[in-house]
């Protein structure tokens, strides 16, 4: 009898924790949104959206605008679905992470600062990873975006451009 209830009470110890692990990787997700979403991700990397219509039917997708730095060139937010070909899908989420927090991408090309992974640099393990992982839940978009291209180069897309006073 007291065999009985051991086992039935270890069962449903496994049954918890079974249910318990998809419900954090879920709570993971949520954070990761939560914080992409409040954060402002989007602007730099959602089509349309530094044109005035961001179509969030490809969120997150890249975007077509590029920002000029002077001296450095134009850079485009890339595409952070997990598209095989064209965004983060062949990447792993420490290598998420390690671009978020130090700009420094898996191929060891540092990020242009315009993506602020200094500030990021101060974001928990869990917020980083949290994002990394919600990251990955995006349904893939595919769509390659231009660049980067140094300042010798011309750009072949939209420029976002810090004029001089005239
Ligand atoms: C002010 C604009 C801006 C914001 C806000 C921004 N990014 Fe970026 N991000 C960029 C640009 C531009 C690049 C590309 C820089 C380069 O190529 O050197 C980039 C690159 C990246 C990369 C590397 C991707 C690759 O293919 O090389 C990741 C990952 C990334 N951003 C994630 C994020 C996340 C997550 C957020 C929000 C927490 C965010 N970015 C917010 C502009 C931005």
């Known amino acids: ?6 086992s039935a009470l270890l069962l449903s110890a496994a049954a918890l924790g079974a249910l318990a692990a ?20 989007g602007d730099c990397h959602t089509p349309g959206h530094l044109l005035g219509k961001p179509d969030m039917a490809r969120m997150l997708g890249g975007s077509e605008v ?17 598209d095989k070909d064209t965004g983060l899908g062949n990447w792993t989420e420490d290598q998420i992470v390690t671009a978020i927090r130090t700009g420094k991408r898996p191929d060891g090309r540092m990020l242009a ?50 004029a001089a006073p005239q």
């Open 1 to 6: 009898m007291i065999r009985h209830t051991l």
């Open 22 to 41: 998809p419900a954090m990787a879920d709570d993971a997700v949520a954070r990761g949104k939560y914080l992409v979403t409040v954060i402002s991700c």
């Open 66 to 82: 590029g920002f000029e730095i002077p001296g450095l060139g134009v850079f485009h937010g890339p595409n952070l679905t997990p």
């Open 113 to 162: 600062p315009v993506m602020p992974w200094m500030s990021f640099a101060s974001l928990s393990d869990d917020d980083a990873h949290a994002i990394a992982r919600y990251l990955k839940s995006l349904p893939p978009v595919p769509n390659k975006v231009p660049g980067p291209f140094s300042a010798a180069e011309k750009p072949t897309a939209f420029v976002l451009r810090v």
